[in-house]
């Protein structure tokens, strides 16, 4: 098992490029997550799907989409590019994320990304 | 609306010496808890978590937490600190039932010294 995996691992952008960041997991969850970490404000969650083709807002969603391409992938994507949006972005998986739901997150590697 | 504070930024412990790690959070109603841990370059990784039950629970690498209803606190705390616990640290709350998401607090860098 590979757990949660991410692609790019480090991605330097221009301001106004575009890209997308691509997640995948193969523990069959159901819900996915993509997270922002920035110095001394922990983890804001920018989107997530709490399950196959649907998706809803998180604390931060300004300036993203994002796909529910399947139950194993969840992309991010970036139309237009800002400086303030330079961070570690990180992706995560639940086997549900229901309203009761206790369960565990699982986290990906992070993608480092710049923008100039 | 629910929250979750880490009031120290950093702390610093030498080796073999008890550590605690705090946290102290808000919510409306019943709470899920959870610390993770982060290395260097690396995304998170769960530790423990409190659901309901004892107040006492205990997770990987010999970590626990106290539950503390009544101070609404989760402090995560060990024994014997060791140098490879050095790491950054989340607290991170749930309300239960409660559409919201999991907030995680703003994290808190253990360093300890051999």
């Known amino acids: 098992n590979a757990g949660v995996t991410q692609t790019p691992k480090f991605q330097v952008l221009k301001t106004g490029q575009s890209m997308t960041l691509q997640c995948a997991q193969d523990m069959n969850h159901n819900s996915m997550y993509w997270y922002r970490q920035d110095p001394g404000m922990g983890l804001r969650l920018i989107y997530y799907s709490a399950s196959e083709g649907t998706t809803d807002k998180g604390e931060v969603p300004n300036g993203y989409n994002v796909s529910r391409l399947n139950k194993r992938e969840f992309s991010l994507r970036l139309e237009s590019a800002a400086p303030s949006q330079t961070s570690v972005y990180f992706c995560?998986?639940?086997?549900?994320?229901?309203?009761?739901?206790?369960?565990?997150?699982?986290f990906g590697p992070g993608t480092r990304l710049t923008v100039l | 609306a629910q929250s979750v504070a880490q009031p120290e930024d950093q702390v610093n412990v030498a080796e073999g010496n008890p550590l605690t790690v705090k946290c102290t959070y808000s919510?409306?109603?019943?709470?899920?808890l959870f610390w993770y841990v982060q290395y260097p370059n690396r995304g998170l990784q769960f530790l423990l978590k409190y659901i309901t039950g004892d107040n006492l629970v205990k997770g990987s690498y010999g970590f626990e937490a106290e539950f503390n209803k009544s101070q609404t606190s989760f402090h995560l705390k060990k024994p014997s600190a060791l140098v490879s616990d050095s790491a950054l640290y989340f607290c991170?709350?749930?309300?239960?039932?409660?559409?919201?998401?999991?907030?995680f607090g703003s994290g808190t860098r253990l360093s300890i010294r051999p």
């Open positions: 919510v409306s109603g019943n709470p899920y």
């Open positions: 991170a709350v749930k309300e239960w039932g409660s559409a919201s998401k999991i907030i």
């Open positions: 995560a998986s639940s086997e549900a994320g229901g309203r009761t739901s206790t369960d565990t997150q699982y």
